[in-house]
């Protein structure tokens, strides 16, 4: 089952580069059903956050007004190769998912 | 000797249609080429392959940005893993293919002198699944578009090499039937294909520009912003037509499939670099 | 989506049929006009240039003449076999106007 | 708040998360009043308690002049203010402005990038709080009607 997070972690140094893709809606609640016309509900990532070695190293706040599939990238220092990187999601429905990788 | 004159001249000019009639695909292409090369010199031929980034350089740099980190990396996995599942005789895609699985791409679409028809990489899939007792899958949904996304992925930097055999005669006659169906007009707002993406390229509709028919299907399938979602070339053809107001042929028809066949030739050595991202 | 197209298309049959039927007795003036923008739109699909309408103003039209809203039909009517009249010149201009679009 | 709540069920991280770092959690709850807001600056005043904001020229905003398309428009930012907090995006005439906020932990460099929505041509503005004033950027970005891109 392939994973609907997806995470590119580059170090040089200390100081980590974390790209990351998910794959989710983020309905505004605003668009209509194209076959239906009827309004399609409010479901978008609220937060997704990042721990390395279980420490928070970001914390993403997204409205609706972030785009379909969200992209997010960031950089943290500090870190080591063989560090434990771990991502993860809730939405406004209350879903979530999550993915760890290696620092290399 | 008038009359000599007269003849002579004629039989000239019979001799100036035929040569323009006839001329062959590698003759139409070699123009094709040159057309783009002298409306815009300074874009290279391999620059082509990537579309309207080619001549947009504005929206070149995000689409740079959103190359970065494609949406359409999902489809490739789901692709790859479609592609590896084996059907339940044990058999898999691979071995429906001569080729090694990194040259499937650009080897389409092709002439299948036996069926006397063009061949998508699309069409492939589906005869093979027939092939080993299995659903065909839809043309408009996303396990075929993956797995094509996989191999194009797999192609990238593989040159197009789609080949109307000489002596195939209905190969040349899909050739003739795509290129007619390019440069007919049709529709409401009464469009060629080629108005816009020969004689108007670059220019702006509203706000968009429009792309340069060479190197149109190196980088399919696609991830479309504005849908979310990957299209296949066919799924764009139809977002054309319906364009222009004209009623869309379904995908994979034999109008669709002959225009694919025309359109990956003229764009023969262009480096196949899908899947690709497009607003 | 093409669920709904293929709903309106078979809508469109069931109506024809209709009008095959009633012809063959007393036929209304719309089940007349119907049946010839009909006969052109198939001719137009046939030569590949249908345009992208006239199926809707066709489906549309039987509508409104379900609705006993007769003028509002045949004036679709007339829309939609406008569309198809001038889809089937534009093929046959084509036929040979191409040629002298391509690139040489 | 249930929304945070299951955040916390959701996994060990929360737990973890909380034992190493208090300060960081508590700000990191999702404002959900400030993302709900109308206005620009009522929804500036509600996450970061003024609209009041210094301009910076230590702040790079990275956006494109003209949006291949509004609904995916790349944005980056990034800054050498010092003990940068939070980093903000807002869409001045999003109808919802406030469209996503970064929290800067500490050991977290203040350069991000992400992709957004706009639904018309806008003011794209980087608010930078630090721990010692509010700073912001702003740059336009064109949105186009299109529909016959690619």
């Not at chain 1, 994973?3 to 983020?26: E, F, Q, R, T």
Request: net charge negative.
């Amino acid at each position: 089952m392939a994973s609907n997070i997806k995470i590119k972690a580059k170090l040089s140094g200390d100081i980590a580069d974390i790209k990351s893709l998910m794959i989710h809606p983020m309905e505004t609640g605003a668009r209509k059903d194209p076959d239906t016309g009827e309004l399609v509900p409010m479901h978008h990532i609220t937060q997704l956050t990042f721990t390395n070695n279980d420490k928070p190293v970001m914390v993403a706040n997204f409205s609706t007004a972030v785009s379909k599939n969200p992209y997010f990238s960031f950089k943290f220092g500090g870190a080591n190769a063989g560090d434990k990187l771990k991502v993860s999601w809730v939405d406004n429905l209350g879903r979530t998912d999550e993915l760890e990788t290696v620092l290399k | 000797m008038e009359k000599a004159a007269a003849v002579l001249v004629l039989c000239f000019a019979t001799m100036l249609m035929h040569s323009v009639a006839l001329a062959g695909p590698e003759e139409d292409r070699v123009a094709f080429v040159a057309f783009f090369k002298s409306r815009f010199p300074d874009i290279p031929f391999a620059d082509y392959a990537n579309g309207i980034y080619a001549i947009d350089r504005d929206a070149r740099e995000q689409w740079l940005a959103i190359e970065d980190f494609p949406p359409y990396e999902f489809a490739i996995e789901r692709g790859q893993a479609l592609w590896q599942t084996a059907f339940p005789n044990g058999k898999t895609f691979g071995e429906c293919f001569a080729q090694q699985q990194e040259d499937i791409r650009a080897m389409y679409p092709r002439f299948d002198e036996l069926s006397g028809e063009v061949v998508t990489l699309e069409m492939a899939i589906n005869n093979c699944r027939t092939a080993n007792d299995q659903s065909l899958l839809a043309y408009d949904e996303g396990g075929i578009v993956d797995i094509t996304a996989f191999l194009a992925f797999e192609a990238r930097g593989k040159k197009l090499h789609v080949r109307v055999p000489d002596d195939q005669p209905g190969a040349l006659q899909a050739y003739e039937s795509g290129k007619r169906f390019y440069y007919s007009k049709r529709g409401q707002m009464n469009f060629a294909c080629s108005d816009c993406h020969v004689t108007s390229v670059g220019q702006y509709v509203r706000a968009d520009r429009l792309s340069s028919s060479l190197g149109h299907p190196t980088h399919f399938p696609v991830y479309r912003s504005k849908l979310g979602e990957m299209i296949s070339l066919h799924q764009r053809f139809a977002g054309c037509v319906r364009d222009v107001r004209a009623k869309p042929f379904a995908l994979q028809s034999t109008e669709f499939r002959n225009l694919e066949y025309f359109l990956s030739y003229m764009s023969n050595g262009l480096e196949a670099n899908g899947p690709g991202a497009r607003k | 989506m093409d669920r709904a197209r293929e709903n309106r298309l078979s809508t469109r049959l069931v109506v024809l049929a209709m009008v095959v039927i009633a012809s063959s007795g007393c036929s209304t003036e719309f089940e007349r006009q119907f049946a010839d923008a009909e006969r052109l739109r198939a001719e137009a699909a046939a030569a590949g240039s249908e345009w992208l309408d006239t199926g809707k103003l066709l489906d549309q039209a039987s509508e409104e003449a379900a609705l006993d809203n007769m003028d509002a039909a045949l004036m679709l009517l007339e829309q939609a076999r406008f569309q198809a009249e001038m889809a089937i010149k534009q093929g046959q201009r084509e036929a040979d106007a191409w040629g002298g679009r391509v690139v040489r | 708040m249930h929304v945070r709540r299951r955040l916390f069920l959701s996994g060990g991280i929360a737990f973890a998360a909380l034992a190493a770092m208090p300060r960081a959690l508590l700000a990191a709850a999702w404002p959900d009043k400030a993302f709900s807001l109308t206005a620009a600056g009522e929804a500036m005043k509600d996450l970061l308690g003024t609209d009041q904001t210094i301009a910076s020229d230590k702040i790079m905003l990275k956006v494109p002049e003209i949006a291949e398309n509004g609904a995916v428009v790349p944005v980056t930012i990034s800054t050498s203010l010092e003990n940068v907090e939070s980093i903000s995006i807002v869409v001045k005439k999003n109808p919802r402005p406030l469209a996503a906020t970064f929290e800067i932990l500490p050991g977290t460099l203040p350069d991000i990038a992400s992709r957004i929505k706009m639904g018309e041509t806008s003011d794209v503005m980087a608010v930078v709080k630090t721990d010692h004033g509010i700073y912001s950027t702003a740059k336009q970005v064109k949105v186009t009607i299109g529909g016959c891109g690619g």
